[in-house]
Each structure stands twice: as C-alpha cells, then as structure tokens.
C-alpha cells in the first residue's frame, strides 16, 4: 500500500474511474447486445444512433480504441441495414 498521501489520493481516484469506466463499458456493451438482438427495423434505426454516439464517447475517452469502436460502428450499419 502506498504510503504518501498522494499516493494513497491517487489509488483512492483510480478506484472511482474504475467503477466509473467499468459502468459505460458495461452499459455500452448492452445497448449493443440489444440492438443485435433486435428484428424490426424501425426499433433499429432508432437505437442505432443512441448506440453510435455511446461508442464515440468511449473512444473519446480512452475506454476503447477508437479503430475497435469504427468496426462495431460499421458492423452495426451493416446489420442494421440488412433487416
């Protein structure tokens, strides 16, 4: 364990970006797990862009890589597409 108190600051705040960062990954992971499981078109189109800009705050902030967020975003379009 850390013994100054910067250090110990600087753990404590690690923690809190952790459950932070582990909360958009999660909840980004689901919206993505529902729109593939979607059928309708409509519903789709709509989810998609909610989605999309999910994908560009994490890439934004650094959660994920921003050539792994193009992929799922193009996968996406693809699938949404083709219903």
């Given at each position: 364990?850390?013994?100054?108190?910067?250090?110990?600051?600087?753990?404590?705040?690690?923690?809190?970006?952790?459950?932070?960062?582990k909360?958009?990954?999660?909840?980004t992971?689901?919206?993505?797990?529902q729109?593939?499981?979607?059928?309708e078109k409509?519903?789709?189109?709509?989810?998609?862009?909610k989605?999309?800009?999910?994908?560009?705050?994490?890439?934004?902030?650094?959660?994920?890589?921003?050539?792994?967020?193009?992929?799922?975003?193009?996968?996406?379009?693809?699938?949404?597409?083709?219903?």
């Amino acid at each position: 364990m850390a013994n100054h108190q910067s250090a110990i600051k600087r753990n404590k705040q690690a923690e809190i970006k952790k459950l932070h960062n582990k909360y958009y990954t999660r909840t980004t992971r689901n919206a993505i797990k529902q729109l593939r499981g979607t059928t309708e078109k409509t519903a789709a189109t709509e989810l998609y862009p909610k989605v999309v800009s999910m994908l560009d705050k994490m890439a934004k902030h650094s959660r994920i890589h921003k050539n792994k967020a193009a992929n799922l975003k193009s996968k996406l379009a693809k699938f949404v597409n083709s219903l």
